[in-house]
């Protein structure tokens, strides 16, 4: 009830008449503009490729990422090979790509999407769409009696005030950075002294970053990839979430898709349904790219006591299977799945049984990613990658000095990893928290400011990131990003009860079953969270997981 009368002001139900009408006026161009920018980013990243019929120019790519080039060119009738921007294709160039000047060539058309640089320069340019999605926010704040667009997305957090936002960024900025300069500094002597590279560009720094993982662990993505194909790691996902919260989960072939990737699944317990979803995982021509969640159906009794079962769109864009073999899955993409799956589970598994706080629903923003990251963490434990791996060909288990191999590199530039998605949240939240009408933020300003103080990566003066930053400004983490890192905090803290009593526990499990993916959104997150784990989230617990020395008590 408090959180339907919260949006109920939200929704602007308390203003007179003319600002009623002003504030659906705002609405409904934020709709339309979210949409151009959206479209604007897919439009450009379709329209560009690299046509190359020399395969000596493609030196150093996986022989996955070769036969996807070769099949992208045939769908556009061409001889030879096709790079696109979607990440499957784009990826593999950053990492393996020997041609530096083709990095360089691909890095540009991709930093520059939908943006006055670039290949397309103008074509699709986001920059005004950005303005005026900006200008709106700060006006339907303001109409609502907020200072800023930052105040109105804190109204549906669970973070209090701009402030606590700030002070967590930094602090983790603050313990973050110097490890970040000294792995980055590693890694330009590494570049240097080994590859005679005197300037590392930032064309270069996934692709050293990648020799220099391979030297000091000996092990790569395309190592591993033998032994995650994407059926054995789905049916091996779906192993870890029966065991974890007493649930079944069994394919429905009979019922019709949208395509022949996507399938059909049923969740019981107790030997009752209890929810349905659809996986779609591999990319195709049209298909929006990256990964998602979505939700089709939620958990709804109406008022004659009939109960509606949840159901949810789940989609990837894995490497599709290429002529009769099967798609083979970096680890990264297994996490990615886990991850996605934990948003699924905390849609389908809820017991939440009206509408508006069922599941997601209801779900504070940056408490929405805990069950997200928390389910990732399976993707790092011995026990349960006995469950998702084994080799596509043989059958034969993960061998132990893979696996060996595998948790050692775990936090290999972990500092340099967190202050990058500490420089996207910063930017997002001081784009919207200092706005003003006299002084409108510019996003391309405001990403350079940050990046001065925090990241340890030059990039270069034709980067234009904002214009494709489609997480805030055509999805639903404007002034929210942060979400990502608090909730990081919340997983890691929560997960450090599994390891205490063991990652299949069956009263963990069920604790954590009922504290959070049952609730949905019907209690405050920090109740749900100290119900399951007895105290308040702690920084600590993220900053040992990702490997970074600095010692805090500050809770989340």
């Given at each position: 009830?408090?959180?339907t009368?919260?949006?109920?002001?939200l929704?602007?139900?308390?203003?007179?008449e003319?600002?009623?009408k002003?504030y659906?006026?705002?609405s409904?161009?934020?709709?339309?503009l979210?949409?151009?920018f959206?479209?604007?980013?897919?439009?450009?990243?379709?329209?560009?490729?690299?046509?190359?019929?020399d395969?000596?120019e493609?030196?150093?790519?996986?022989?996955?990422?070769?036969?996807?080039a070769?099949q992208?060119?045939?769908q556009?009738?061409?001889d030879g090979?096709?790079?696109?921007?979607?990440?499957p294709?784009?990826?593999?160039?950053m990492t393996?790509?020997?041609?530096?000047e083709l990095r360089r060539?691909?890095?540009?058309?991709?930093?520059t999407?939908?943006s006055?640089?670039?290949p397309?320069?103008?074509?699709?340019?986001?920059?005004p769409?950005?303005?005026?999605?900006?200008?709106?926010?700060h006006?339907m704040?303001k109409l609502?009696?907020f200072?800023?667009?930052a105040?109105?997305?804190?109204?549906?957090?669970m973070?209090?005030?701009?402030?606590?936002?700030?002070?967590f960024?930094n602090?983790?900025?603050a313990?973050?950075?110097p490890q970040?300069?000294?792995?980055?500094a590693?890694?330009q002597?590494?570049?240097?002294?080994e590859?005679?590279?005197?300037?590392?560009?930032a064309w270069?720094v996934?692709y050293?970053?990648?020799k220099?993982r391979?030297?000091r662990?000996?092990?790569?993505?395309?190592?591993?990839?033998?032994?995650?194909?994407?059926?054995?790691v789905?049916?091996g996902?779906?192993?870890?979430a029966e065991?974890?919260?007493?649930v079944?989960?069994e394919?429905?072939?009979?019922?019709?898709?949208?395509?022949a990737?996507?399938?059909?699944y049923?969740?019981?317990?107790?030997g009752?349904?209890?929810?349905?979803?659809?996986?779609?995982?591999y990319?195709r021509?049209?298909?929006?790219?990256?990964a998602w969640?979505a939700?089709?159906?939620v958990r709804?009794?109406?008022?004659?006591?009939?109960?509606q079962?949840p159901?949810?769109?789940?989609?990837?864009?894995?490497?599709p299977?290429?002529?009769g073999k099967p798609?083979?899955l970096?680890?990264?993409?297994v996490?990615?799945l886990?991850?996605e799956?934990?948003h699924?589970l905390?849609?389908?598994?809820?017991?939440?049984?009206?509408m508006?706080?069922s599941?997601?629903?209801?779900?504070?923003w940056?408490?929405v990613?805990?069950?997200?990251?928390f389910?990732?963490?399976?993707?790092w434990?011995?026990?349960s990658?006995?469950?998702?791996a084994?080799h596509h060909?043989?059958?034969e288990?993960?061998?132990k000095d893979?696996?060996?191999?595998?948790?050692a590199?775990?936090n290999f530039q972990s500092?340099?990893?967190?202050?990058?998605q500490?420089e996207?949240?910063?930017?997002?939240f001081r784009?919207?928290?200092e706005f003003?009408?006299?002084a409108?933020?510019n996003?391309?300003?405001?990403?350079?400011?940050v990046?001065e103080e925090?990241?340890?990566?030059?990039?270069?003066?034709f980067n234009?990131f904002?214009?494709?930053?489609?997480?805030i400004?055509?999805?639903?983490?404007?002034?929210g990003?942060y979400?990502?890192k608090?909730?990081?905090?919340?997983a890691?803290?929560a997960?450090?009860?599994?390891?205490e009593k063991?990652?299949?526990?069956?009263?963990t499990?069920?604790?954590?079953?009922?504290?959070i993916l049952?609730?949905g959104?019907s209690?405050?997150?920090m109740?749900?969270?100290?119900?399951?784990?007895?105290?308040?989230p702690?920084?600590?617990?993220l900053?040992?997981?990702?490997g970074?020395s600095g010692?805090s008590?500050?809770?989340a």
């Amino acid at each position: 009830m408090e959180n339907t009368l919260r949006d109920f002001r939200l929704g602007g139900v308390d203003l007179p008449e003319d600002q009623k009408k002003q504030y659906a006026e705002l609405s409904r161009e934020l709709a339309d503009l979210s949409n151009k920018f959206s479209d604007n980013v897919l439009d450009a990243t379709q329209h560009w490729y690299k046509h190359i019929t020399d395969v000596n120019e493609l030196s150093g790519l996986p022989e996955s990422a070769l036969e996807g080039a070769k099949q992208a060119a045939e769908q556009k009738e061409l001889d030879g090979y096709v790079i696109t921007l979607d990440f499957p294709s784009f990826f593999p160039v950053m990492t393996y790509g020997d041609n530096r000047e083709l990095r360089r060539e691909v890095y540009e058309a991709f930093v520059t999407r939908a943006s006055d640089q670039g290949p397309d320069a103008g074509q699709w340019d986001n920059t005004p769409v950005m303005a005026e999605i900006l200008k709106r926010r700060h006006a339907m704040a303001k109409l609502l009696g907020f200072d800023n667009y930052a105040e109105l997305s804190l109204a549906t957090k669970m973070a209090r005030s701009v402030e606590e936002v700030l002070d967590f960024l930094n602090q983790l900025a603050a313990k973050s950075k110097p490890q970040a300069e000294k792995e980055f500094a590693e890694l330009q002597a590494f570049a240097k002294d080994e590859h005679g590279v005197d300037e590392l560009q930032a064309w270069d720094v996934g692709y050293y970053s990648e020799k220099l993982r391979q030297k000091r662990y000996d092990i790569s993505p395309e190592t591993l990839r033998p032994w995650f194909p994407a059926d054995k790691v789905v049916g091996g996902l779906f192993n870890v979430a029966e065991k974890l919260f007493n649930v079944q989960i069994e394919e429905k072939p009979e019922v019709e898709t949208w395509h022949a990737d996507a399938k059909s699944y049923c969740i019981s317990r107790d030997g009752e349904p209890v929810a349905w979803f659809y996986l779609d995982p591999y990319a195709r021509q049209g298909k929006r790219g990256g990964a998602w969640m979505a939700d089709c159906r939620v958990r709804w009794r109406n008022q004659r006591g009939q109960l509606q079962l949840p159901v949810a769109f789940l989609t990837c864009n894995f490497t599709p299977p290429v002529k009769g073999k099967p798609s083979l899955l970096t680890h990264d993409e297994v996490t990615t799945l886990f991850h996605e799956f934990g948003h699924g589970l905390h849609h389908m598994l809820t017991q939440v049984d009206v509408m508006d706080v069922s599941g997601i629903n209801g779900v504070a923003w940056d408490a929405v990613e805990l069950p997200s990251q928390f389910l990732e963490n399976w993707c790092w434990d011995p026990e349960s990658l006995a469950l998702i791996a084994s080799h596509h060909e043989t059958g034969e288990p993960l061998p132990k000095d893979l696996l060996d191999k595998l948790l050692a590199a775990k936090n290999f530039q972990s500092g340099m990893a967190m202050v990058r998605q500490l420089e996207f949240s910063l930017f997002d939240f001081r784009l919207h928290a200092e706005f003003t009408e006299e002084a409108p933020t510019n996003p391309l300003d405001m990403h350079r400011k940050v990046r001065e103080e925090i990241a340890v990566i030059e990039a270069p003066e034709f980067n234009r990131f904002p214009n494709a930053f489609s997480h805030i400004f055509a999805g639903g983490y404007a002034a929210g990003y942060y979400s990502y890192k608090w909730a990081e905090v919340l997983a890691a803290d929560a997960f450090s009860l599994f390891e205490e009593k063991g990652i299949f526990h069956p009263e963990t499990g069920e604790a954590f079953l009922a504290n959070i993916l049952e609730k949905g959104g019907s209690q405050e997150p920090m109740e749900l969270f100290k119900a399951f784990r007895g105290r308040e989230p702690e920084v600590d617990a993220l900053l040992k997981q990702t490997g970074i020395s600095g010692n805090s008590n500050s809770a989340a």
